[in-house]
């Protein structure tokens, strides 16, 4: 830290759902420190985080991770919590994917020359897509009553009923998303190797929370609510259309948690890399997460069977955290139904702004 200023945070992406939220975060404990937010704007909905930002103290500068001159107009700063990023896994499939290696490979260099020059420590928000599609869609899963479920004492290398660890195999293909990401985490590692630049990796899992624009291919928890609240269609899509298939959710600040433990003991957790979801305690199919926001919603809504999986698809991922409790002993606090319920009152309680948004 430069005695002759305060502690200075960068977050990139800080106008998105995730940026944002830590940015906030992050000030609310630490208001002695300058937490500024980087972004592009680039996201529909992203614009909706400025006003937010400002009355949370936090500055906001106007700028792009895939140009370095942004970046060096930022001036010095201690922390970046690398937050930016194209999340979309189906990215580059229609198209060219220029955009999702600029922002996401491309940029992380930028962000990591930023934060070589000026001295300063990382945490990089990578990602559960990193782990290759065809070993997971090989795991021996069973049809139950309302998810595909793992048979009793079914483990392999990297996972088991507890979840995907940081040693399932990693050979195979992930997608032009979760290849950039792999590819950041590598040039991540570089640089803590050969400039002894400070940096710790997670790979989260489905995050969600209030102020999440929710798009069927991100950001899909907050999408499902808002379609039962507000109306509109939803689809079962790939593994037969029934909607078992399972993911994990985390709430963001349950992630916040994890990074204020981490940012403060950077010595210790420096060149690590941590599987972070809400694990198997947190996980829900999407069959599941249709009964949470009817129950809520008060109604049901019909849903859609779309059976064709897709390119990039996967039938169940659920985070097996062990590795970042035992380092750190932190654990995801925040349940299903507490998640719902906070993303109901909140889509309840901002639907001028956000129905136009998110239907």
Not at 24 to 43: G, Q, S, T
Not at 272 to 299: D, H, K, Q, W, Y
Request: neutral net charge.
């Amino acid at each position: 830290m430069n005695a002759t200023r305060p502690y200075r945070i960068v977050v990139t992406g800080g106008a998105g759902f995730v940026g944002s939220n830590l940015a906030l975060l992050f000030k609310r404990d630490r208001p002695e420190a300058e937490i500024v937010a980087f972004d592009n704007l680039r996201r529909r909905g992203s614009e909706l985080a400025l006003e937010r930002l400002r009355a949370g103290g936090v500055r906001f500068a106007h700028g792009d991770v895939r140009n370095p001159e942004d970046l060096e107009e930022l001036g010095a700063f201690d922390l970046l919590l690398e937050c930016s990023a194209e999340p979309s896994v189906h990215a580059g499939y229609d198209g060219s994917p220029a955009y999702v290696i600029n922002t996401n490979l491309v940029g992380t260099v930028n962000c990591l020359e930023a934060a070589r020059r000026h001295g300063a420590d990382m945490v990089f928000l990578s990602t559960s897509r990193v782990y290759p599609i065809d070993p997971l869609r090989r795991l021996p899963l069973e049809r139950g009553a309302t998810r595909l479920v793992l048979p009793d004492g079914a483990a392999g290398p990297g996972w088991s009923a507890a979840g995907i660890s940081t040693d399932f195999p990693m050979p195979g293909s992930r997608s032009i998303y979760g290849a950039t990401k792999l590819a950041s985490e590598l040039m991540i590692e570089e640089y803590g190797a050969m400039y002894g630049l400070r940096a710790v990796i997670n790979r989260c899992g489905v995050l969600t929370g209030p102020w999440q624009m929710g798009k069927v291919d991100q950001g899909v928890v907050v999408l499902w609510a808002a379609r039962h609240l507000y109306g509109g269609t939803l689809s079962y899509s790939g593994f037969g259309g029934e909607g078992l298939q399972v993911r994990d959710m985390l709430h963001v600040t349950d992630l916040y948690d994890l990074l204020r433990v981490q940012v403060a003991g950077m010595d210790r957790f420096k060149g690590r890399i941590f599987n972070v979801g809400g694990g198997p305690e947190v996980s829900v199919s999407l069959a599941e997460l249709t009964a949470l926001c009817a129950e809520r919603a008060g109604r049901s809504i019909p849903i859609a069977a779309s059976p064709e999986t897709r390119a990039a698809d996967i039938p169940w991922y659920v985070t097996d955290n062990a590795d970042v409790t035992q380092a750190t002993g932190w654990r995801p606090r925040r349940t299903p139904g507490a998640i719902m319920d906070e993303l109901f009152g909140w889509l309840d309680a901002n639907r001028r702004i956000l129905e136009p948004i998110l239907l």
